[in-house]
């Protein structure tokens, strides 16, 4: 099994920034992909960013160019860099881990992100 614990929420005003961790423990070592997503009250949770293991990364339309995604090599820490942050980006951001072979999903219990106009 993989454990995650997201860290780094916060406060912030527009135009801001804050990173994100996301720390995994277990066996890191079958894990195949790892992303961000956010979800807002009332609203279905949406990907962010996700990177794999050869190191590939893929973000949504509206944080490109404002965020960036990024890992250890060894899958302890994962990390969301988040820059130029808008009240859109409001939300409770968690991590998921999916292992090699499998369909199973680990996922965090997220921290709060909220940027004030």
């Known amino acids: 099994q993989v454990q995650l614990v997201e860290s780094g929420g916060g406060l912030v005003q527009a135009g801001g920034s804050l990173r994100l961790s996301c720390a995994a423990s277990?066996?890191?070592?079958?894990?195949?992909?790892m992303g961000w997503y956010r979800q807002a009250p009332g609203k279905q949770r949406e990907l962010v960013a996700f990177i794999t293991s050869g190191g590939t990364t893929t973000y949504a339309d509206p944080v490109k160019g404002r965020f960036t995604i990024s890992r250890e090599n060894t899958w302890k820490t994962v990390y969301l860099q988040m820059n130029s942050l808008k009240p859109e980006d409001t939300g409770v951001y968690y991590c998921?881990?999916?292992?090699?072979?499998?369909?199973?999903?680990?996922w965090g219990q997220g921290t709060q992100v909220t940027v004030s106009s």
């Open positions: 998921k881990a999916i292992p090699y072979f499998t369909r199973v999903e680990y």
């Open positions: 277990g066996a890191v070592s079958s894990i195949n992909f």
